[in-house]
């Protein structure tokens, strides 16, 4: 498997995009190479689990080093590892559904779906990378598009959520850049390369000054309290499809930069901090879960209540087991899936009832059969109903928190268990409220989904179930990597 072609399709298609003037060439152009990705990375998994079963057991297979910048030690290494394969999976998914959602964009349609495949690029290119350099960079490119998506196409006070969400994830950038900055310097080797940094044992001193820099780094992108701040604003501006990137993929490479990064690299750092971790997690989780059940706007629900989710991301991360640091993941995936359907069903709806205020709706079930199921569907994954990804994900994470026997973390595993009741109160009023009950004499007349919402719809819930009623597949492909991140955490003294 050549990863590069992960690279080269999205960036391949982009370009090609700007080259087309009839905007049904570059709806039918972005969808066939939003296809491609789909099938290189169902691919790639393929590829992944036949090397594993034929005894290939290194950490990360399918490398690819090419030297870029040799006297200081920066290289275009790439390789996977299971839990890259997942995030790609995951990447693939949400693509091709933003791409079928934002079918009727008509406002500079080429220069849309170009700033989404280049995304797209960015998402790739920050999984695969070996060497942490380039996974910077990797990382800027997926930001710089998001300001634009939302300046431009954006809706309500979209100039100033653009700014505040350019600017808070250009602060985590910063702060990354200077925690690598102090590996590369304070670190044995003077290198950027994961797997050389990972062999080497980083002086505590430099673990005890960088793992912070790097996790709050990279937390910024994945809503770590009190940094949370740009999500609500962000997501609520952003046309559809940069809600569904946001919050499925964006969140993600701060949860993954937090994983890989930060804990794998420094042990000692992760072990320093994961209390406090564990503490603002939680306060994130409940937070998130007591001001979404204040909104009455759908976008700012499903926002505020990403808050909570992720928090669950780094409350796995923080609890240093090997369950946990699964279920993470896992939760990664699952959140990923279900927000961006969650975003992409709120774009449906809006588009035809113009209006987001959860008030200001009711019966839609009657009128729109298809999206107010979908809906049903994707509010009791957020709920964490069994049989769905949102149930098997927070209870691993749940699982493996419990191992630990003392009081503290029993205490926050508790808490974070009480926010599922939080959770199921927003849910049911939010569905309830836009699908059930006397339809509005106004939203009588209005049209079900077509065929290229309907077709990313299926998509997305075809992932959730897929997680939520065969766990194992995506279990068994995450567990060798955070087998390798916990030998790394218990040969800590």
């Known amino acids: 498997m050549n990863l590069l072609l992960l690279l080269a399709v999205p960036l391949l298609t982009a370009l090609f995009v700007l080259l087309l003037k009839n905007k049904q060439q570059i709806r039918w152009t972005a969808f066939i190479g939003a ?43 790439f390789g996977v590892d299971g839990i890259a394969v997942a995030m790609i999976l995951l990447t693939a998914f949400v693509v091709i559904a933003g791409v079928l959602v934002s079918w009727n964009v008509e406002k500079m349609t080429k220069e849309f779906y170009f700033l989404l495949l280049l995304l797209s690029f960015g998402a790739y290119g920050f999984f695969i990378s070996l060497d942490l350099f380039i996974l910077f960079f990797f990382l800027e490119i997926a930001v710089i598009p998001k300001y634009l998506l939302i300046g431009i196409w954006g809706s309500g006070k979209k100039e100033y959520s653009a700014n505040k969400l350019a600017l808070l994830l250009m602060f985590g950038s910063a702060l990354v850049l200077v925690g690598l900055l102090g590996m590369y310097f304070g ?17 505590v001193k430099t673990q005890l000054i960088c793992f912070p820099l790097l996790f709050v780094g990279f937390g910024v992108f994945t809503a770590l309290f009190p940094f949370h701040t740009w999500v609500p604003d962000g997501h609520s501006s952003a046309p559809t ?15 993954y930069g937090c994983l890989r990064v930060a804990t794998y690299i420094m042990p000692d750092g992760a072990k320093e901090y994961a209390n406090i971790i564990i503490v603002l997690a939680s306060i994130a989780i409940l937070y998130g879960a007591f001001a979404t059940m204040m909104q009455k706007d759908l976008k700012y629900i499903n926002a505020y209540s990403s808050v909570s989710h ?24 699952s959140h990923g899936l279900m927000t961006a359907l969650f975003f992409a069903v709120i774009g449906m709806i809006y588009e ?5 205020q959860i008030n200001e709706m009711g019966g839609l079930l009657k009128t729109m059969p298809f999206i ?28 493996g928190s419990w191992e630990h026997a003392d009081n503290f973390h029993r205490i926050a595993t508790v808490a974070a268990c009480l926010s599922i009741v939080v959770t199921a109160v927003y849910i049911l009023r ?9 339809i509005k004499e106004s939203f009588s007349n209005l049209t079900d989904a077509k065929w290229n919402e309907k077709l ?35 040969a800590v003294k």
């Open 35 to 77: 296809g491609i990705q789909l099938a290189l990375s169902v691919g790639l998994f393929s590829a992944y689990n036949t090397a594993r079963v034929n005894g290939q057991n290194a950490h990360f297979i399918f490398e690819q080093q090419y030297n870029w910048f040799p006297s200081w030690n920066i290289s275009l290494h």
């Open 187 to 203: 670190g044995a080797g003077k290198t950027f390369d994961l797997l050389q940094l990972a062999a080497t044992n980083i002086p």
């Open 241 to 255: 499809a940069g809600s569904m990137f946001l919050a499925g993929i964006s969140m993600k490479l701060g949860g």
């Open 310 to 333: 992720c928090g669950f991301v780094l409350l796995g991360i923080g609890m240093l087991t090997k369950t946990a640091i699964t279920g993470s993941v896992m939760q990664m995936v």
């Open 352 to 356: 035809r009832t113009h209006t987001r």
């Open 372 to 399: 107010s199921t979908v809906l049903f569907i994707v509010g009791l994954c957020s709920l964490g109903l069994p049989g769905l990804s949102g149930f098997v994900a927070e209870m691993t994470i749940f699982v």
């Open 430 to 438: 939010a569905v309830g409220k836009t699908a059930m009950g006397p």
């Open 456 to 490: 990313a719809a299926i998509i997305l819930i075809a992932g959730i179930l897929a997680i939520g009623i065969a766990p194992f597949w995506l279990n068994d492909l995450i567990k060798p990597g955070a087998a390798i991140i916990m030998q790394k955490i218990q």
